[in-house]
């Protein structure tokens, strides 16, 4: 259906425009084009090369040619090939190298613009690409030197390797997030380091957002990163979002006398949890994405801890209560917040997990494991005092960092299958993918 209703768009315009002619004139007359290579609906996938050939001959002088590689949206995936020709006739034998390993599976458009003085016309080629598998890449950690005081170094192992240094830092830490997309590995500090944008291929700081020092008060006080974007709060009350080049692209309405703590992003907006100072309670606030503005806000109590997507419509919010921890789903549109369910256990040190299936929470030295779906929460495994922890959804395996050791079990089964040796404290982990 896409492909006639593009076939038709173009000669209703070209009719539309024959009315304003005067007789004699011949505007409406496209160029032949012929389309030889792809043929209609070919696959390609990654590291594939689409050989573009085509002939076009026109009664009028073309003056460009066009080539694009276009998704659903009619958005070049890939960089446009022009061609100033002048000429009667052209012949096209040209390609594209199929080198961004995240295009997605779907249907995409070979899109060929011819222009001469008067219009232009499009010939289209419908094929389909296959996106490459998921795959779990490596662990990234963070490690604070213990020669060194406020000192950290990166090192990355992956899977049945050796680990190796990336890069390192001094200051503190506020955490850390890896985008696999770009490559890219986010860390801050609270009081005295930067935002730093890391290349963890080149090993190198590509951009940074300096922190306003002023001890011992904290600057950033959250991060948070998607496929897209980083995040991060200030002591000012703004959440603030950069791309993957570090321009803004997301500035929170301000908030005055607290930070905000947590935040995810979800559709066009951003989920977050603003706490305020001297209160017993806290704010969920959604913003619009990317405006900023206020779209809904519910004052809850207790401390949230996590927040995480459970599904389209509503986010599951981890919190510590003054008798026991607990989860409650909050729903978007209406603005409702319903307790699932009490824990066991005396409090929430770290959560993490997303969706409706695996979520971990250690309270001191025990790790549980909480299945919404199900509404199971079972003690998993018991770890001396864990400083962080991730969860590769992809081949359900855990990771757990203990003091210099990260050990690392595979679910259901709770017995670890291995340690990888750190050369100092591990103060945080994140898993990289190959996309």
Partial sequence: ???????????????????????????????????????????????????IKASISHFREIENIKISLLNKAFSPVLPVLNYSVNVLDYQINTYFVLEDINLVDGEYFIQIKVTDKQS???????????????EFKSIIAVVANPDLLNTFEVF??????????????SGDHLGSEVNSKYNLHFTAGRIFND???????????NWSVPAIVNPPQDWFCGLYADEKDVFVSTRDGFIVGYDRFG??????LQFQNGEFTHFISHQNMLIAVFEPYN????????????????????????????????????????????????VFE???????????????FDNCDIVIGSGKDHYFISSGNEIWWYRPQTGSAILYTSVQEPGSIAFDELNNQLYVASGSTISYHRLPFSQSLGNIEMPGRVVGINLRYNR
């Fill in 156 to 169: 990355e192992t992956p899977l049945n390797a050796a680990s190796s240094k990336l890069y390192g830092f």
């Fill in 330 to 344: 909050f729903t978007i549109e209406s603005s409702t917040f319903v307790k699932l369910r009490d824990f066991a």
């Fill in 279 to 326: 209160s017993q309670f806290q704010e969920l606030v959604v913003f619009n994405y990317p405006g900023g503005t206020v779209l809904r806000r519910l004052q809850i109590s207790g401390k949230v801890k996590h927040l995480s997507i459970y599904n389209s419509g509503s986010v599951l919010v981890f919190t510590d209560q003054t008798t026991k921890p607990a």
């Fill in 1 to 51: 259906m896409l492909q006639s209703l593009k076939r038709y768009i173009f000669p209703f315009a070209a009719l539309l425009l024959s009315f304003s002619c005067s007789k004699g004139d011949d505007y409406i007359t496209p160029p032949s084009v012929t389309i030889s290579n792809p043929f209609q609906n070919q696959i390609f996938g990654y590291g594939d090369t689409i050989f």
């Fill in 120 to 134: 232009s016309w499009n010939e289209w080629a419908d094929i389909r690409i296959t996106e490459v598998l998921r």
């Fill in 247 to 252: 321009k803004v692209s997301f500035r929170s």
């Fill in 195 to 205: 935002l730093i944008a890391w290349d963890i291929n080149k090993k190198v700081a």
